[in-house]
């Protein structure tokens, strides 16, 4: 199948990288790769379009001369423009109002409303201390309100008790009138599903709008959506307005061309991503990690983030120790197949390392299920400490010996000497822009941080 | 859900393109009014398939064929469209296949990742079989998610099905097991089992579902007789991952696609059919009993590039 967006810019900027002088038709060529790779990534084709008339004159020209390679150049560019358009800095969700601030919670059926709801709710609670009151509008999906009050006492947050039979702006009302006498902070309001196409819920929607004086009004949109995001997202800003976009099942392997596709039409900002069905799994929008990510140029930062929650303290920093001096032995790989299964399948770890669009396509293709990192594991496990270490000592008997004590084959051996090899090219590769120049040269990105060069 | 009488589909998808405030739904009628069909037209074709979700390979096949064809002929919006399903129905109508309810009790698995439909699109499926004087009992094997028992009650009760309960957090297989067995005691006709939205990359979630599988076949060997993967027509191209992934971990029978109601056109259907050739046996146009309407290649097709109903 296709390759994802990380992967194929990757494969483009290689090329770029190996040139040397960029001409125009070398920025021509690759942005016609770039315009499909977002394409395949399900950027919608007007949001396409945009992008690409922004960065070919900024690709062309002396901006490129003076950089110090032209690849480097392309991907500042073309990383630039994917910050700009993804929103330059983090915008949180604002509380900046008299109390009890209302926030409205908006999208298609299915989007992810209701666990969102819960999940902020639950969050503005714990972190940021504030006494939030949820009510769930929802009168068309069976057992709606009742999920919502569920997740409340999961999540320890307050839920409107509900009435049956009443109207959304009627508990819209009520919800109001509770939030202010019972001192709350926060009133989030859940809505039913709607199409934008749907013009009496439509028409609720805004009358509950009108009701409640919301101060966030957020489009809640998966993820995995594909080209219908610019029209849902230009509806429900033209009937609705649309402060925030909170983007859903970004735990998914879908590329998310939806978010630079709803933050291009609304304008409005990224706030809050999903990242599982949990009421933890929440995360603040970064617009330059996930530019970067789509770039395939990775995360570190978030990557050693996610990592330290999983494993021990020690053992992060050793890993985030190896990774900056570009190393990766059989240690580094057996705990990272131990991660992988702790964190529920191998794309989510992946996604976030450098170039690894390309090998997670590779193991694909060899046809690399969970079963094989178990496989994996066993023959690391039967190799000497010594050999882990080292992976250049081991030779034809060595090999032999460890895929017996494993149970497989010699080639699965080499099989997976051969993947530890390209992880650790691809540390070096890193490391080559050195993790302190990859950093800087991230800072140097941003407007007012370090130059690079 | 809107008050609005009962339309045909077509009928709403109009009224819905009507009143959308984009340019996309205005479709090859706004570009051909007749005119050649040159390399200009071509392009906008292709991008008018590739905003219907087709994918880039896939749309741009499908203007290479028409190239092939019609290369610079004199063409109007009503030949586009012959010419356009011309390319199109040779793959979606051998994917336009009722679904064949065959044993007693036949156990239909419906599975998919969250929020596409699954519950509802049982619902409608039990509403069809119960009009029909069929007994029909449903299996609440979503056991994660709030209020997903309550849900799937409530359609029970609409639509005068019986259902087989755990409680919260209980297995989804053994859920299953047990609903089988009442099945039988009760002599239904058809088991519609839901199950926990998940998405195809989680391992272990994946492992859940093909335990349910394993566990439904201790009972009956040829269970479940259908393995329906609902995909969300606001989907893009992550909906083909999803079939991959779905088919080879729970042998995926066939297909029903949701929420055609709306502006989003599926049409990464045609990769999906064109690769797995996969039965697509319904799809859901709202979120009512009445909602879901046997999968027609020809309207789908039509629909693609916004044409009217004939
Ligand atoms: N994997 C994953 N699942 C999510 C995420 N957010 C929500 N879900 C799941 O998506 C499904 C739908 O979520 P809901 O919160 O019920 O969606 P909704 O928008 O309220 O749905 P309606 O009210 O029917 O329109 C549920 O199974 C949730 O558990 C996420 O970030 N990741
Ligand atoms: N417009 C429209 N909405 C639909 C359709 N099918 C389902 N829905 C709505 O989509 C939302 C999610 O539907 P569910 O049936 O709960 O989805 P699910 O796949 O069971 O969700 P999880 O169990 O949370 O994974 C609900 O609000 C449904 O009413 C459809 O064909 N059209
Ligand atoms: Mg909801
Ligand atoms: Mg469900």
Same mark, same amino acid.
């Given at each position: 199948?296709?390759?994802?967006?990380?992967?194929?810019?990757?494969?483009?900027?290689?090329?770029?990288?190996?040139?040397?002088?960029?001409?125009?038709?070398?920025?021509?060529?690759?942005?016609? =790769?770039?315009?499909?790779?977002?394409?395949?990534?399900?950027?919608?084709?007007?949001?396409?379009?945009? !992008?690409?008339?922004?960065?070919?004159?900024?690709?062309?020209?002396?901006?490129?001369?003076?950089?110090?390679?032209?690849?480097?150049?392309?991907?500042?560019?073309?990383?630039?423009?994917?910050?700009?358009?993804?929103?330059?800095?983090?915008?949180?969700?604002?509380?900046?109002?008299?109390?009890?601030?209302?926030?409205?919670?908006?999208?298609?059926?299915?989007?992810?409303?209701?666990? %969102?709801?819960?999940?902020?709710?639950?969050?503005?609670?714990?972190?940021?201390?504030?006494?939030?009151?949820?009510?769930?509008?929802?009168?068309?999906?069976?057992?709606?309100?009742?999920?919502?009050?569920?997740?409340?006492?999961?999540?320890?947050?307050?839920?409107?008790?509900?009435?049956?039979?009443?109207?959304?702006?009627?508990?819209?009302?009520?919800?109001?009138?509770?939030?202010?006498?019972?001192?709350?902070? *926060?009133?989030?309001?859940?809505?039913?599903?709607?199409?934008? *196409?749907?013009?009496?819920?439509?028409?609720?929607?805004?009358? *509950?709008?009108?009701?409640?004086?919301?101060?966030?009004?957020?489009?809640?949109?998966?993820?995995?959506?594909?080209?219908?995001?610019?029209?849902?997202?230009?509806?429900?800003?033209?009937?609705?307005?649309?402060?925030?976009?909170?983007?859903?099942?970004?735990?998914?392997?879908?590329?998310?061309?939806?978010?630079?596709?709803?933050?291009?039409?609304?304008?409005?900002?990224?706030?809050?991503?999903?990242?599982?069905?949990?009421?933890?799994?929440?995360?603040?929008?970064?617009?330059?990690?996930?530019?970067?990510?789509?770039?395939?140029?990775?995360?570190?930062?978030?990557?050693?983030?996610?990592?330290?929650?999983?494993? =021990?303290?020690?053992?992060?920093? +050793?890993?985030?120790?190896?990774?900056?001096?570009?190393?990766?032995?059989?240690?580094?790989?057996?705990?990272?197949?131990?991660?992988?299964?702790?964190?529920?399948?191998?794309?989510?770890?992946?996604?976030?390392?450098?170039?690894?669009?390309?090998?997670?396509?590779?193991?694909?293709?060899?046809?690399?299920?969970?079963?094989?990192?178990?496989?994996?594991?066993?023959?690391?496990? %039967?190799?000497?400490?010594?050999?882990?270490?080292?992976?250049?000592?081991?030779?034809?008997?060595?090999?032999?010996?460890?895929?017996?004590?494993? @149970?497989?084959? *010699? %080639?699965?051996?080499?099989?997976?000497?051969?993947?530890?090899?390209?992880?650790?090219?691809?540390?070096?590769?890193?490391?080559?822009?050195?993790?302190?120049?990859?950093?800087?040269?991230?800072?140097?990105?941003?407007?007012?941080?370090?130059?690079?060069? | 859900?809107?008050? +609005?009488?009962?339309?045909?589909?077509?009928?709403?998808?109009?009224?819905?393109?009507?009143?959308?405030?984009?340019?996309?739904?205005?479709?090859?009628?706004?570009? !051909?009014?007749?005119?050649?069909?040159?390399?200009?037209?071509?392009?906008?074709?292709?991008?008018?398939?590739?905003?219907?979700?087709?994918?880039?390979?896939?749309? +741009?096949?499908?203007?290479? =064929?028409?190239?092939?064809?019609? !290369?610079?002929?004199?063409?109007?919006?009503?030949?586009?469209?012959?010419?356009?399903?011309?390319?199109?129905?040779?793959?979606?109508?051998?994917?336009?296949?009722?679904?064949?309810?065959?044993?007693?009790?036949?156990?239909?698995?419906?599975?998919?990742?969250?929020?596409? #439909?699954?519950?509802?699109?049982?619902?409608?499926?039990?509403?069809?079989?119960?009009?029909?004087?069929?007994?029909?009992?449903?299996?609440?094997?979503?056991?994660?998610?709030?209020?997903?028992?309550?849900?799937?009650?409530?359609?029970?009760?609409?639509?005068?099905?019986?259902?087989?309960?755990?409680?919260?957090?209980?297995?989804?297989?053994?859920?299953?097991?047990?609903?089988?067995?009442?099945?039988?005691?009760?002599?239904?006709?058809?088991?519609?089992?839901?199950?926990?939205?998940?998405?195809?990359?989680?391992?272990?979630?994946?492992?859940?579902?093909?335990?349910?599988?394993?566990?439904?076949?201790?009972?009956?060997?040829?269970?479940?007789? %259908?393995?329906?993967?609902?995909?969300?027509?606001?989907?893009?191209?992550?909906?083909?991952?999803?079939?991959?992934?779905?088919?080879?971990?729970?042998?995926?029978?066939?297909?029903?696609?949701?929420?055609?109601? #709306?502006?989003?056109? @599926?049409?990464?259907?045609?990769?999906?059919?064109?690769?797995?050739?996969?039965?697509?046996?319904?799809?859901?146009?709202?979120?009512?009993?009445?909602?879901?309407?046997? !999968?027609?290649?020809?309207?789908?097709?039509?629909?693609?590039?916004?044409?009217?109903?004939?």
């Amino acid at each position: 199948m296709f390759e994802t967006l990380s992967g194929k810019l990757g494969t483009v900027l290689d090329r770029l990288r190996k040139r040397g002088a960029l001409s125009e038709a070398d920025v021509g060529e690759a942005l016609r =790769e770039i315009r499909v790779a977002l394409l395949e990534a399900d950027v919608a084709l007007p949001v396409v379009k945009t !992008f690409i008339d922004g960065v070919r004159p900024k690709a062309i020209g002396a901006q490129v001369l003076k950089s110090v390679t032209p690849g480097q150049m392309v991907i500042k560019i073309v990383h630039d423009h994917l910050v700009e358009m993804l929103g330059q800095t983090v915008e949180g969700i604002d509380l900046n109002a008299p109390a009890p601030v209302a926030i409205l919670m908006v999208g298609l059926q299915g989007s992810g409303k209701t666990t %969102s709801t819960a999940k902020i709710a639950k969050r503005l609670q714990d972190r940021d201390k504030k006494r939030v009151l949820m009510a769930s509008l929802d009168v068309a999906r069976p057992a709606a309100q009742e999920q919502l009050r569920i997740l409340g006492e999961q999540a320890g947050v307050n839920t409107l008790p509900i009435v049956a039979g009443q109207m959304p702006v009627e508990i819209a009302k009520r919800a109001a009138n509770a939030a202010r006498l019972g001192g709350y902070d *926060v009133l989030m309001l859940d809505t039913a599903g709607r199409l934008h *196409v749907d013009e009496a819920l439509m028409s609720e929607v805004a009358a *509950v709008r009108d009701a409640t004086g919301p101060h966030e009004i957020l489009l809640v949109a998966d993820a995995l959506t594909g080209q219908d995001a610019v029209n849902v997202a230009q509806s429900f800003k033209d009937r609705v307005g649309v402060t925030g976009i909170v983007l859903t099942r970004v735990d998914g392997d879908g590329r998310g061309g939806a978010a630079l596709s709803m933050r291009a039409v609304t304008g409005a900002p990224i706030k809050i991503m999903g990242v599982g069905e949990k009421l933890d799994a929440i995360e603040d929008f970064h617009p330059d990690r996930i530019a970067n990510r789509i770039l395939g140029m990775g995360d570190i930062v978030s990557l050693v983030e996610k990592a330290a929650e999983t494993i =021990e303290k020690e053992e992060a920093e +050793a890993m985030a120790a190896k990774l900056a001096k570009g190393q990766f032995d059989f240690d580094d790989l057996r705990q990272q197949l131990r991660q992988m299964k702790k964190m529920g399948g191998m794309q989510g770890l992946m996604g976030m390392l450098p170039g690894i669009g390309k090998m997670k396509q590779q193991m694909k293709d060899a046809n690399i299920d969970e079963s094989v990192l178990n496989r994996q594991e066993a023959i690391i496990n %039967s190799m000497t400490p010594k050999e882990r270490r080292n992976p250049k000592v081991i030779h034809a008997s060595r090999k032999q010996r460890i895929a017996k004590g494993a @149970g497989v084959s *010699v %080639s699965d051996v080499n099989r997976l000497m051969k993947q530890q090899m390209q992880m650790a090219d691809m540390m070096k590769r890193v490391n080559k822009l050195g993790q302190k120049g990859f950093m800087r040269s991230l800072g140097g990105m941003m407007p007012g941080g370090p130059k690079f060069n | 859900m809107t008050d +609005a009488p009962k339309k045909g589909w077509f009928g709403r998808l109009k009224e819905g393109l009507a009143r959308s405030a984009s340019s996309l739904t205005q479709g090859v009628a706004a570009i !051909f009014t007749k005119r050649k069909l040159d390399q200009a037209a071509l392009d906008e074709l292709e991008e008018l398939l590739i905003r219907a979700d087709l994918g880039v390979a896939t749309a +741009a096949k499908v203007v290479a =064929e028409l190239r092939r064809t019609r !290369f610079d002929k004199e063409t109007g919006p009503e030949e586009i469209h012959v010419a356009l399903a011309a390319v199109v129905l040779p793959i979606l109508q051998p994917v336009q296949k009722p679904l064949a309810f065959t044993a007693k009790p036949h156990v239909v698995l419906v599975v998919g990742v969250n929020g596409v #439909g699954k519950t509802t699109t049982i619902g409608k499926i039990a509403h069809n079989l119960t009009r029909d004087g069929k007994k029909v009992v449903m299996a609440a094997g979503d056991t994660f998610r709030a209020a997903a028992i309550e849900q799937l009650t409530i359609w029970a009760q609409r639509t005068g099905a019986s259902i087989v309960s755990g409680k919260v957090g209980a297995d989804a297989a053994g859920l299953a097991f047990e609903a089988l067995q009442k099945a039988r005691e009760q002599n239904a006709d058809v088991l519609l089992v839901d199950t926990a939205g998940r998405l195809q990359n989680k391992a272990h979630l994946m492992d859940e579902l093909a335990k349910v599988v394993r566990v439904l076949k201790k009972l009956d060997p040829d269970a479940p007789h %259908s393995t329906l993967l609902v995909l969300d027509a606001t989907t893009g191209q992550n909906a083909i991952q999803q079939v991959e992934v779905f088919r080879s971990v729970a042998q995926i029978t066939g297909l029903v696609v949701t929420k055609l109601d #709306g502006t989003a056109r @599926g049409g990464v259907l045609v990769a999906i059919a064109e690769k797995f050739g996969l039965p697509v046996h319904w799809i859901g146009v709202g979120e009512t009993a009445d909602d879901l309407q046997p !999968f027609d290649a020809e309207s789908f097709a039509r629909a693609l590039t916004g044409g009217d109903e004939k």
